[in-house]
């Protein structure tokens, strides 16, 4: 069983920024691709980025709406991986969830994710 706690949300203004951090608790942490989705009120959950395991290279992935403004990455030794936002807009608001898989490759498919987190709630408001 592989546990994932999602941490880092908030309230920000529109053009803020906002880091969010997953921590896994398996010590075979290298091994997993991780993305990180999220769910808006009323909307489905949705792909927003993805980072494979190390022995790939650690390749990433991002949907359209926040490519070039949100960049994901990993650190292996702590067992973490985290999303940088930056220029925030009001659409990003929803609760954000860090999801796993034991793979090498990346998707944006909420199916391909075996262990998911409780989520964070992201707030982008003036």
């Known amino acids: 069983q592989l546990q994932i706690v999602e941490s880092g949300g908030g309230l920000v203004q529109p053009g803020g920024s906002l880091r969010l951090s997953c921590a896994a608790s398996?010590?075979?942490?290298?091994?997993?691709?991780i993305g990180w989705f999220r769910q808006a009120p009323g909307k489905e959950r949705e792909g927003v980025s993805c980072?494979?395991?190390?022995?790939?290279?650690?390749?990433?992935n991002y949907a359209d709406s926040v490519k070039g403004r949100f960049a994901i990455s990993r650190d292996n030794a702590k067992k973490m991986v985290y999303l940088q936002m930056n220029n925030l807009k009001p659409d990003d608001t929803a609760v954000y969830y860090c999801?796993?898989?034991?793979?090498?490759?990346?998707?944006?498919?909420?199916?391909?994710?075996?262990?998911w987190g409780q989520g964070t709630q992201v707030t982008v408001s003036s």
């Open positions: 980072i494979t395991s190390s022995g790939s290279g650690a390749n990433t």
């Open positions: 398996r010590s075979t942490f290298d091994y997993y691709t």
């Open positions: 999801a796993a898989v034991r793979s090498d490759r990346c998707q944006l498919l909420r199916t391909w994710y075996d262990w």
